[in-house]
């Protein structure tokens, strides 16, 4: 026994191993003492040959789901090994081999799965600068590939896993030893297995024919190590893929991880829960595969006008149609999660329970048809042609399922009486025999006088007489005595016997006969997986959209025009999750407006406290709603699409990577520089603030000239900061212009009023900010004393700044200096395009012979 354990976890060095003995998962070796440090387990021992003791803890099979999902949430991986044989039929040791493995991105028990959100699996490939990506959600189908093979390259995989935020990784060698791998493994807490490269060649994509390529690509690539990784840790690869292409990254938004944190899309920065982020405050989905879909519309905003329109044109739809919008919300409430289901379908792992989940999801697809129906709206009305009611399937489920089976598939009582003759027959047999069995007890009882005696059942002696000691000398000379207890005696007759056998041969032979025709009805079920999935999907829009507008009308949001030009028009807008906590009515609206001439960046000033963060990232949100396809929070909105959505707003130390916070704040900023387009929505709050006043006002001030340049980033900009300096901008600079949020005093106490109006702000209220908070008294009176002298000693000094000479006025580049007196110089252009933070120590010493060279060569 012990050589088959040694053989399982050989062949999977990497797994826990839980090895089936009698009513027990045993582990051994290293494996039982880290068990028994992760689950608190007892730590015992078992003989292993050469008088040697393993090390050994144990759980019960009955509770082993919930010991397993503990390992796999702290990133172990679990192999479960069962007897795969009859011990009756056995030749020497039962057969036992592995039968499952559960890791953290393969996960299907439904109660371990967060409902709201996709579980995925990622596939990494990486070729020199170059990826393939691939994940996949097993637990519902979904597959996504892409390579990244463009531009920077590393930043753009670490926003797609930020997007996907995979619960476990595969990758080659080459990724493992990056940078990138050691740095991601550092923030998040990811899974990681490295994956032999044959797994990544080109006759490992040949193998899947649903790849859809005959050439050899990185998304392939790792598309096919991830459908090798499945075959082997679910023995069989879901029914439900078919033709798997990839997507190209500009489909989309983009919103890096910096972006998706700071806007809190899907949740809060302070403590990373759900309630208080966007997703919460605009959810009304009322099934979890809504849920999941309206989250993934959220975080890959679309960029095609047309399709936003589509999805703005149902909602509308919806939306004029009150009394029909609440009966489909009706119907879709607390309709079973068919998305999950179907997966579980796809890998043959459904029981009986869940086909009774099916049908009643099955129930409600005709009456959701009839009232789609009624709505005219060509989106809508395709939708209703995807769904399908699938009478047949449902006929038999209906006909072959009983109303609560057991969740086990191999104990019985499946199947409905009348489904099938032969079943019945058993059935009638175990029936009646059990009724005989109890018509034998009360006999007994008389004909013996013993008011006690029993008859009872268990596996090991079958059906026996239990008769108390005190009444032993009552009993019959044709009772068999088969075992003695501390307080009875147990016997059988011949009579007893005979219809043992009948019974249990016929409980073997119904238990035998319904799990045969489960699997059968299970097969047909799996007939139908397009069907259903489709259904899934369609279900799922259908619930957002129609939560879309709920929301719209609960909260009085407004149609936003979406166009190609570059104007961000909104008139008296809001933050959708600031409003839904102060309550509806309680928000200060506000005006926005961006264009690309006089109106590009907006300079924001205004107190501490006052609101300036709130209102940038709502003319975001706003953005990002809009290319959902959602109403938004506002009275009137006009959308410029924007292709990406950058935030660069607040810092903290990253300690593990060793830099300050001003560290974190630039290289933020140079991302920003770097990648940034015409077409982009940028939001800057207070740049520059951790260095010194000069040094940061030096660099605010030149960043915002490197945004408005047309020869440079030209883009949208929402720009808070307490330099009052930078307002001088909006004089000199065509693009830039001032605002701020107001305030007052009133008994010399400041009132935020929370209102954007034009022009700079005349002051900070940073010492009145500061007694708000509660600061001593002691300390805010000396402060002002400070400030008055401070006043005092610069009255009627205001810093200058010459325009620098650049091609439209503007200044020398910020990352760039040496451009300003050599633009053609190729050794600079190639130094302006290399990438610090991903560079390896022997790349860069490539690049650098060959910058050598070429600067040698010019002399």
Same mark, same amino acid.
């Given at each position: 026994?012990m050589?088959?354990?040694?053989a399982?976890?050989?062949?999977r060095?990497?797994?826990?191993?839980?090895?089936?003995l009698?009513?027990?998962?045993?582990?051994?070796?290293?494996?039982?003492v880290?068990?028994?440090?992760?689950?608190?387990?007892?730590?015992?021992?078992?003989?292993c040959?050469?008088?040697?003791?393993?090390?050994?803890?144990?759980?019960?099979?009955?509770?082993?789901?919930?010991?397993?999902?503990?390992?796999?949430?702290?990133?172990?991986?679990v192999?479960?090994?069962?007897?795969?044989?009859?011990?009756?039929?056995?030749?020497?040791?039962?057969?036992?081999?592995?039968?499952?493995?559960?890791?953290?991105?393969?996960?299907?028990?439904?109660?371990a799965?967060?409902?709201?959100k996709?579980?995925?699996?990622?596939?990494? /490939?990486?070729?020199?600068?170059y990826y393939?990506l691939?994940?996949?959600d097993?637990?519902?189908?979904?597959?996504e590939t892409?390579?990244?093979?463009?531009g920077?390259t590393?930043?753009?995989l670490?926003d797609?896993?930020?997007?996907?935020?995979?619960?476990?990784?595969?990758?080659?060698?080459?990724?493992?030893?990056?940078?990138?791998?050691?740095?991601?493994?550092?923030?998040?807490?990811?899974?990681?297995?490295?994956?032999p490269?044959i797994?990544?060649?080109q006759d490992?994509?040949?193998?899947?024919?649903?790849?859809?390529?005959?050439?050899y690509?990185l998304w392939a690539?790792?598309?096919a =190590?991830?459908?090798n990784?499945?075959e082997?840790?679910?023995?069989?690869?879901?029914?439900d893929i078919?033709?798997?292409?990839?997507?190209q990254?500009?489909?989309?938004?983009?919103?890096?991880?910096?972006?998706r944190?700071?806007?809190?899309?899907?949740e809060?920065l302070?403590?990373?829960?759900r309630?208080?982020?966007?997703?919460?405050?605009?959810?009304?989905?009322?099934?979890?595969?809504?849920?999941?879909?309206l989250?993934?519309?959220?975080e890959?905003?679309?960029?095609?006008i047309?399709?936003i329109t589509?999805?703005?044109?149902?909602?509308?739809?919806l939306?004029?149609?009150?009394i029909?919008?609440?009966?489909?919300?009706?119907?879709?409430?607390?309709i079973?999660?068919l998305?999950?289901?179907?997966?579980r379908?796809?890998l043959?792992?459904?029981?009986?329970?869940?086909?009774?989940?099916?049908?009643?999801?099955?129930?409600?697809?005709?009456?959701?048809?009839?009232?789609?129906?009624?709505?005219?709206?060509?989106?809508?009305?395709s939708?209703n042609?995807q769904?399908?009611?699938?009478?047949?399937?449902?006929?038999?489920?209906?006909?072959?399922?009983?109303?609560?089976?057991?969740?086990?598939?191999?104990?019985?009582?499946? /199947?409905?009486?009348g489904?099938?003759?032969?079943?019945?027959?058993?059935?009638?047999?175990?029936?009646?025999?059990k009724?005989?069995i109890?018509d034998l007890?009360?006999?007994e009882r008389?004909?013996?006088?013993?008011?006690?005696?029993?008859?009872g059942?268990?596996?090991?002696?079958?059906y026996?007489?239990?008769?108390?000691?005190?009444?032993?000398?009552?009993v019959?000379?044709?009772?068999i005595?088969?075992q003695?207890?501390?307080?009875?005696?147990?016997?059988?007759?011949?009579?007893?016997?005979?219809m043992?056998?009948?019974?249990?041969?016929?409980?073997?032979k119904l238990?035998?006969?319904?799990?045969?025709?489960?699997?059968?009805i299970?097969?047909?079920?799996?007939?139908?997986?397009?069907?259903l999935?489709?259904n899934?999907?369609?279900?799922?829009?259908?619930d957002?959209?129609?939560?879309?507008?709920?929301?719209?009308?609960?909260n009085?949001?407004?149609?936003?025009?979406?166009?190609?030009?570059?104007?961000?028009?909104?008139?008296?807008?809001?933050?959708?999750?600031?409003?839904?906590?102060?309550?509806?009515?309680?928000?200060?609206?506000n005006?926005?407006?961006?264009?690309h001439?006089?109106?590009?960046?907006?300079i924001?000033?205004?107190?501490?406290?006052?609101?300036?963060?709130?209102?940038m990232?709502?003319?975001?949100?706003?953005?990002?709603?809009?290319?959902?396809?959602?109403?938004?929070?506002?009275?009137?909105?006009k959308?410029?699409?924007?292709?990406?959505?950058?935030?660069?707003?607040?810092a903290?130390?990253?300690?593990a990577?060793?830099?300050?916070?001003?560290m974190?704040e630039?290289?933020?900023?140079s991302q920003?520089?770097?990648?940034?387009?015409?077409?982009?929505?940028?939001?800057?709050?207070?740049?520059?603030?951790?260095?010194s006043?000069?040094?940061?006002?030096?660099?605010?001030w030149?960043? /915002?000239?490197?945004i408005?340049?047309?020869?440079?980033?030209n883009?949208?900009t929402?720009?808070?900061?307490?330099?009052?300096?930078?307002?001088?901008?909006?004089?000199?600079t065509?693009?830039?212009?001032?605002?701020h949020?107001?305030?007052?005093e009133?008994?010399?106490?400041?009132?935020?009023l929370?209102?954007?109006?034009?022009?700079? =702000?005349?002051?900070?209220?940073?010492?009145?900010?500061?007694?708000?908070?509660?600061v001593?008294?002691?300390?805010?009176?000396r402060a002002?004393?400070?400030?008055?002298?401070?006043?005092?000693?610069?009255?009627?000094?205001?810093?200058?700044?010459?325009?620098?000479?650049?091609?439209f006025?503007?200044?020398?580049?910020?990352?760039?200096?040496?451009?300003?007196?050599?633009?053609?110089?190729?050794?600079?252009?190639?130094?302006?395009? /290399?990438?610090?933070?991903?560079i390896?120590?022997?790349?860069?010493r490539?690049?650098?012979?060959?910058?050598i060279?070429?600067?040698?060569?010019?002399?």
């Open positions: 026994m050589q088959q354990y040694v399982e976890k050989k062949k060095p990497d797994c826990l191993i839980f090895f089936r009698g009513d027990f998962y045993e582990l051994f070796f290293d494996d039982a880290l068990a028994s440090k992760e689950l608190e387990l007892a730590l015992t021992g078992r003989e040959g050469l008088g040697e003791r393993a090390p050994m803890a144990g759980v019960p099979h009955h509770a082993a789901d919930n010991y397993i999902l503990r390992l796999v949430n702290r990133g172990y991986k192999a479960i090994v069962e007897q795969v044989e009859d011990p009756q039929e056995a030749q020497g040791l039962v057969k036992r081999e592995v039968v499952k493995v559960i890791t953290p991105g393969t996960l299907t028990d439904q109660s799965i967060d409902e709201q996709y579980l995925f699996l990622a596939s990494i /490939i990486q070729k020199g600068v393939g691939a994940v996949c097993i637990t519902s189908g979904l597959f892409t390579e990244i093979t463009y920077a590393t930043p753009k670490i797609e896993l930020s997007r996907f935020q995979p619960s476990e990784i595969i990758c080659n060698q080459e990724f493992a030893d990056s940078k990138t791998c050691h740095d991601l493994l550092q923030k998040e807490t990811i899974t990681l297995s490295v994956q490269d797994d990544f060649n490992s994509i040949a193998r899947f024919p649903m790849i859809d390529t005959t050439d690509a690539a790792a598309t =190590a991830l459908l990784y499945i082997s840790t679910q023995f069989t690869l879901p029914n078919k033709t798997i292409k990839p997507y990254l500009d489909a989309f938004m983009i919103l890096d991880q910096n972006a944190r700071n806007l809190e899309l899907t809060t302070r403590d990373r829960q309630k208080g982020s966007l997703l919460w405050a605009i959810d009304r989905t009322k099934t979890s595969m809504g849920a999941r879909l989250r993934y519309w959220l890959q905003p679309l960029l095609d047309k399709t589509h999805r703005q044109d149902a909602i509308s739809v939306l004029d149609n009150f029909l919008r609440q009966e489909l919300i009706a119907q879709l409430t607390g079973y999660d998305e999950r289901l179907s997966g379908i796809a043959g792992q459904i029981n009986a329970r869940d086909l009774v989940s099916l049908i009643s999801v099955l129930e409600k697809i005709k009456p959701i048809k009839n009232i789609l129906n009624n709505f005219d709206d060509p989106y809508i009305n939708l042609v769904l399908q009611d699938l009478p047949d399937l449902m006929d038999l489920l209906k006909s072959a399922i009983v109303d609560e089976p057991p969740i086990t598939i191999k104990e019985g009582n499946l /199947i409905r009486t489904f099938n003759s032969e079943i019945d027959d058993y059935r009638d047999a175990t029936q009646n025999g009724q005989w109890l007890e009360t006999q008389e004909r013996t006088g013993i008011k006690s005696l029993k008859i059942y268990n596996r090991v002696f079958g026996y007489i239990d008769i108390r000691k005190t009444n032993l000398d009552a019959p000379q044709e009772y005595r088969r003695t207890l501390t307080n009875s005696e147990r016997y059988i007759t011949e009579e007893l016997k005979n043992e056998d009948k019974i249990l041969g016929a409980e073997q238990i035998s006969l319904e799990y045969e025709l489960f699997l059968e299970r097969n047909k079920t799996i007939s139908y997986l397009p069907q999935k489709a899934a999907d369609v279900l799922s829009q259908i957002v959209l129609s939560g879309l507008a709920e929301l719209a009308e609960k009085d949001y407004c149609r936003p025009l979406l166009t190609e030009d570059l104007k961000i028009e909104i008139s008296n807008g809001r933050h959708p999750v600031v409003e839904q906590t102060l309550g509806y009515g309680q928000f200060v609206p005006d926005s407006y961006l264009d001439h006089d109106n590009k960046v907006m924001l000033t205004g107190p501490n406290m006052s609101g300036k963060s709130t209102f990232r709502q003319v975001a949100l706003i953005v990002l709603l809009a290319q959902i396809g959602s109403y938004v929070p506002a009275d009137s909105a959308i410029g699409i924007a292709d990406r959505i950058f935030t660069r707003v607040g903290a130390d990253d300690l990577g060793g830099q300050s916070t001003f974190v630039m290289n933020e900023v920003i520089m770097r990648n940034a387009t015409t077409r982009s929505l940028l939001i800057l709050d207070e740049i520059g603030r951790g260095t006043t000069y040094d940061g006002l030096s660099i605010a030149s960043v /915002i000239e490197h408005v340049d047309p020869h440079y980033i883009a949208r929402l720009f808070a900061t307490h330099y009052h300096e930078l307002t001088d901008l909006a004089e000199s065509q693009g830039v212009f001032n605002c949020i107001s305030a007052t009133q008994d010399g106490k400041i009132v935020f929370h209102r954007i109006e034009e022009g700079c =702000a005349g002051q900070s209220y940073g010492i009145e900010v500061a007694e708000l908070a509660g001593p008294d002691s300390v805010v009176s002002r004393e400070i400030l008055f002298q401070l006043e005092r000693d610069n009255q009627g000094r205001r810093l200058t700044v010459k325009k620098s000479a650049r091609p006025d503007g200044q020398v580049d910020l990352f760039s200096a040496a451009q300003s007196f050599n633009q053609t110089n190729k050794v600079i252009e190639k130094l302006k395009n /290399i990438d610090m933070d991903y390896s120590p022997v790349d860069a490539k690049i650098l012979e060959e910058l060279a070429e600067a040698k060569g010019k002399v």
